[in-house]
């Protein structure tokens, strides 16, 4: 039962102000034995014997190197472990009102031998005899093994590493008169939140290396070397890898959505935690990256540290389950806790589809994943630590549901493959990283010839023409000195030949598994909000300025009447194509089963929404086909009601599926019913649409302006446009 007291520490881990006063209450409810579990040795003396002190107790602290200090007379007294706890008894039994408090360090590696765990598990009981108080406190850096014969007489209460309050205070105490004036607030916060996840000791150690390196100041230089100190931490570790600043923003090609987020948050995550609940502001949590594998999502979360200037942690999901019985949970609250140690970070997680894909199926491994999984969400529900988590998955249909939800993700990014202009822009990155000069090489050609490739794709054809040129060069200098020719190099000059060589010799992805990724990318594009414009940009350049403004008014008709019917909004509205109605409705077969009749009526209003606001802005001579095809999906719905549901005034309350008799009415009057609920739904509509025709008019102007409307974009216009 002894891991169980483990979780229970890992439960009650603390900061020192709760650690003290949580020591202060058990003494006086006279506890006999606490064990009190930190890596900062010095920090937990110091804080208990302030509290014996405090309360008028005679404090003493052992250790098998130093032996016994303390008393009155504060001497030191060299003790080994066979005596020790003999001198703790004779002390307790000695004085009638003299109060203890003793602090034992390393003293549970001595439970191995029978003889002293029988001297130690005397002490509660001699300890309850008298009426003075008496408290031993153990101290060891981890939990080990409790003994069942001290598990009822013990309770553990664990240190966590200073808080953001603790460490501005020692800051400014000890070195603030080193801080330049000039720092605003949210400048000390950045130091601060830096030092965050290192131990007292270590934080007032890399100051002073901080401040050594710059010349008895502190700046904001002092970052890097305390992020340098934070990465030995993660070195001493096994479960997560440490990334170092290598990627920056003008590393990724295109992607214009999601660059735009990272600057967007970055201001928010550098304020102030005073500053941020003053403003009722959020502190970002996380993002999922979900698309097409090769598409840039990883290079997005190395980009994101450099953007943000923090560690960045990946998880690799293959370490978290082990094989032995409670390893896998063991490890998944090692990797949280390290993270939480190391905050303000990035801890990024890798193809978490791959960890937590299928959870909720048949659990062949005893239930484990699902158990890992469960502590992986509440804790990122419930974190307080400054810990941003960004997760990539290239099978986003194997999440369970739970991970989808808002709270536990700030935002959802669909990563699709590269646009024209998107391309161009990445063979410009690698090939200017490979020191080529791009005035000899036609950019748009490459870019034409390879479409559908991804970004890894573009950047292996770069590499290909590259070690090409290499090899060529060696056959051109066949008998003479080689390496006098490759000494005298400054660069390679790949020709646009051999770059479209290269382009020719690569079967996309696109290609070699096109069936899949179209699914992927249809199924994405209904969830996900997309993490480039380009696209959208590109393919709306082929439309004429009518056929934009008829889809716009068409989109825009769905997306008020699913705002004023279920106050959302779908993941995004564009004029480059017509979403199908599953966009616009919150399908869920799991909560249709709760829709009542007016719930279906609602549905279908939203779907013919886009045919209504064109009878009324256009007319209905030029009515487009994707109103024809949100006409069927309405009459399906409405279908379903009167045979399958019972909704129908003919056999009201009835299902003529279930009776399965359907000379009971005749085919009219059925269609009569479907027609009766699609020309009330159509009416109501009607009424919605022409009420609010003036905010139509202004959503289509913005929708042909910007081409593409985010869920976050839609919800900000009708804040300040209220559906009637």
Not at 570 to 591: G, M, R, T
Request: hydrophobic fraction near 40%; charge should be negative.
């Amino acid at each position: 039962m002894w891991y169980d007291r483990i979780n229970l520490a890992e439960g009650a881990n603390m900061i020192a102000r709760d650690f003290e006063n949580e020591i202060r209450i058990h003494i006086e409810a006279r506890y006999p034995i606490l064990w009190l579990v930190s890596f900062e040795e010095r920090r937990v003396e110091r804080i208990v014997e302030s509290l014996a002190d405090s309360m008028k107790l005679n404090y003493w602290s052992w250790s098998v190197s130093r032996g016994l200090y303390g008393g009155e007379k504060k001497k030191r007294e060299p003790m080994g472990r066979e005596k020790i706890l003999s001198v703790i008894e004779e002390k307790i039994t000695k004085g009638e009102n003299v109060n203890n408090l003793f602090l034992c360090k390393d003293i549970a590696s001595y439970f191995n031998s029978h003889e002293f765990l029988r001297k130690f598990r005397d002490l509660p009981a001699i300890i309850d005899e008298r009426h003075t108080i008496n408290t031993v406190c153990i101290l060891s850096p981890t939990l080990g093994e409790i003994p069942p014969e001290l598990e009822e007489d013990i309770v553990v209460l664990e240190l966590s590493l200073p808080d953001y309050d603790e460490i501005a205070d020692m800051v400014s105490r000890t070195y603030g008169h080193l801080i330049p004036a000039s720092w605003h607030a949210s400048t000390r916060s950045i130091l601060y939140k830096s030092l965050q996840g290192l131990s007292m000791d270590n934080i007032r150690r890399v100051i002073r290396k901080a401040i050594s390196l710059n010349n008895g100041f502190l700046n904001e230089n002092c970052i890097s070397y305390i992020q340098d100190e934070k990465q030995q931490i993660i070195k001493k570790q096994k479960i997560l890898d440490y990334y170092p600043h290598r990627e920056t923003i003008e590393n990724i090609g295109g992607l214009s959505e999601i660059k735009k987020w990272f600057i967007e948050r970055e201001h928010v995550f550098r304020l102030s935690r005073d500053k941020i609940s003053t403003l009722g502001l959020d502190v970002p949590k996380g993002l999922l990256l979900i698309g097409v594998p090769g598409s840039g999502k990883s290079l997005c979360c190395k980009a994101l540290a450099g953007i943000w200037n923090l560690p960045l942690l990946r998880l690799d999901v293959g370490r978290l389950f082990g094989s032995t019985v409670g390893e896998s949970e063991k490890n998944i609250r090692r990797c949280i806790q390290l993270a939480e140690a190391v905050s303000p970070c990035i801890l990024w997680i890798d193809e978490i589809d791959k960890a937590f894909g299928g959870v909720g199926g048949y659990q062949g491994d005893s239930g484990t994943q699902l158990r890992v999984f469960g502590t992986f969400i509440t804790w990122l529900q419930e974190k307080e630590h400054p810990v941003f988590v960004i997760s990539t998955a290239n099978e986003p249909k194997n999440l369970p549901p739970e991970l989808w939800r808002k709270g536990r993700y700030d935002e959802v990014f669909f990563v699709d493959l590269p646009s024209q202009e998107e391309r161009e822009e990445i063979y410009r990155i690698h090939l200017e990283r490979r020191v080529q000069n791009l005035s000899r090489l036609d950019v748009k050609e490459l870019s034409q010839n390879s479409q559908g490739f991804t970004g890894a794709e573009i950047e292996q054809a770069v590499k290909d023409a590259v070690v090409t040129t290499f090899n060529n060069l060696h056959e051109e200098n066949v008998g003479r000195q080689i390496e006098e020719v490759i000494e005298g190099l400054l660069s390679l000059d790949v020709t646009q030949e051999g770059l479209l060589r290269s382009i020719r010799q690569i079967t996309p992805l696109s290609v070699l598994k096109k069936e899949e990724i179209e699914e992927l990318r249809a199924w994405s594009h209904q969830r996900a909000r997309p993490a480039s414009k380009s696209l959208f940009l590109q393919r709306a350049e082929s439309l004429t300025d009518t056929e934009k403004r008829n889809i716009a008014i068409h989109e825009a008709g769905h997306a008020i009447m699913m705002k004023l019917y279920f106050n959302r909004t779908p993941a995004f509205i564009s004029v480059d194509n017509y979403k199908p109605y599953a966009a616009f409705i919150p399908i869920d077969e799991a909560v249709r089963t709760t829709y009542t009749k007016k719930d279906l009526e609602k549905e279908i209003g939203v779907i013919l929404g886009g045919m209504v606001a064109e009878d009324e802005l256009i007319g209905g001579d030029s009515k487009t086909v994707g109103a024809s095809h949100d006409l069927i999906q309405a009459t399906g719905i409405a279908r379903k009601m009167v045979i399958e549901y019972g909704f129908g005034e003919i056999m009201r309350n009835k299902s003529l599926m279930v009776l399965q008799d359907y000379a009971l009415t005749s085919g009219s009057d059925v269609l009569d019913d479907i027609q009766r609920i699609l020309d009330s739904a159509k009416d109501a509509t009607a009424k919605v649409v022409s009420d609010n025709k003036e905010l139509v008019g202004a959503l289509v102007e913005r929708l042909i302006k910007e081409v593409l409307i985010n869920g976050e974009g839609l919800n900000r216009f009708f804040r300040e446009n209220p559906v009637r």
